[in-house]
């Protein structure tokens, strides 16, 4: 089923994927906010933010206006096996409008004009909404098939505000190390393949081209140096901060090339130009679907990975609130998660969807780990940088704008 769609959606999907690395110019975060990977609680957390939440669904008011990654709301228009809008239509009798997004930041941006319902975000966005009052809190008792989702993917930093939801998990996937067997001898076990200044694939690494990938650095940092004392890959203080934006600068000297597009990524190992790197598994999975291609091999490193997982928010003052809560349950049924999966390239949030995605892909949901709680603890997923350090160590972070700067440093 993948394979068979695989490479019609790369070049739609590469525009929208490279972006989902923007974060927050946004350094501060209100008391109460908790970090991601490190726990930490505050006495008097604040109300909710961006709302009341709703008790009840009423009436589809016969439209629903989105803001979503390519591939995330498709109505056959690429291919007509894949249309999980049109039956969502004919179901609630709400139009959708969709507006694909080619970055983080554009959502954020589309989002505050008021005209749309709801976002897929990214976990680099998604706090940017919730702080600015864009986002709702979600009642999941609303939607029905709530219940069926992983529950490692629930009550996350990317998520929740203070215990409070603000969406709904869509789909996740990690970043991994990819590398050319032919080229790259012994098989690499470690980020520090990648961060060697020695290293005998200088020219030939290649990185991700964004600013969150200083958190790559930050958590490989986290294992070899393990006095920094990093807990948290998005949550630096200026010394840790400091050491990745240092190690990063190292590593300019081994990248042949950043990638964002995916496609040209894959161009880059196919050819020879990159034969090491970060990547993601669709990526590897396309290269491999090309006979004529090298062989590559994508790993977990023993440090872990990052990773990202988007999540479907609710406008604060949404036109079509209703409409929306029925998407809500819509985009997290089984067969619709099967098909997003699939078309997308991600481990869908709702597991039931492999007894669906197994009669056309028996392997599927063990390549993306669906089920892998294991796999999935694993990753530290993107959230936004901020200068409250979500602990004991207070506002003493680095936010975006700071991680914007040295990336721009970074490549000069």
């Known amino acids: 089923m993948r394979a068979r769609h695989a490479f019609g959606v790369a ?18 975060t209100p008391a109460g906010t908790t970090g991601g990977g490190a726990s930490s609680t505050h006495t008097t957390p604040p109300p909710p933010l961006g709302g009341v939440m709703p008790t009840s669904v009423g009436s ?18 690429s291919d007509k096996s894949y249309d999980w809008v049109h039956p969502f239509e004919k179901a609630t009798g709400c139009i959708v409008n969709s507006k694909v997004a080619a970055t983080s930041d554009e959502m954020v941006k589309l989002m505050a004009t008021g005209s749309y319902d709801g976002v897929s975000a990214s976990g680099n966005a998604s706090t940017r909404l919730i702080l600015a009052g864009d986002a709702a809190p979600v009642n999941v008792d609303l939607v029905k098939n709530y219940a069926d989702l992983s529950p490692f993917l629930k009550d996350q930093a990317y998520n929740t505000y203070n215990g409070v939801h603000y969406g709904i998990p869509h789909g996740w996937g990690a970043n991994l190390l990819m590398w050319r067997p032919d080229k790259v001898n012994p098989a690499p076990t470690s980020w520090g393949a990648v961060f060697d200044a020695n290293s005998p694939y200088k020219g030939k690494v290649t990185a991700y081209d964004d600013p969150i990938y200083i958190a790559d650095a930050a958590l490989y940092l986290s294992k070899s140096q393990p006095a920094l004392g990093i807990t948290d890959p998005y949550e630096l203080t200026d010394a840790q901060f400091t050491a990745a934006v240092d190690l990063l600068k190292v590593q300019r000297g081994l990248v042949g090339q950043y990638w964002s597009d995916y496609t040209k990524e894959i161009s880059a190992f196919a050819s020879g130009d990159s034969v090491i790197g970060t990547s993601w598994q669709i990526i590897a999975n396309l290269i491999l679907l090309d006979k004529k291609n090298p062989k590559v091999e994508a790993i977990v490193p023993s440090e872990g990975s990052t990773g990202w997982s988007d999540t479907w928010m609710v406008y604060a003052k949404a036109k079509h609130p209703n409409c929306m809560y029925m998407w809500l349950d819509w985009i997290t049924k089984p067969d619709v998660q099967a098909s997003v999966a699939t078309w997308f390239g991600e481990a869908p949030a709702n597991p039931t969807a492999c007894d669906t995605i197994a009669k056309g892909d028996a392997t599927f949901c063990d390549q993306f780990h669906v089920k892998d709680e294991s796999f999935y603890k694993a990753v530290a997923f993107w959230k936004v940088p901020l200068s409250d350090c979500g602990d004991s160590r207070g506002k003493t972070c680095k936010g975006y704008g700071d991680w914007l700067a040295a990336w721009q440093s970074i490549k000069g």
């Open 11 to 28: 070049a739609t999907l590469a525009i929208a994927l490279a972006a989902a690395g923007c974060g927050s110019s946004d350094s501060s």
């Open 60 to 77: 589809g008011e016969g439209a629903l206006n989105l803001v979503n990654w390519a591939g995330y709301a498709e109505s056959g228009a």
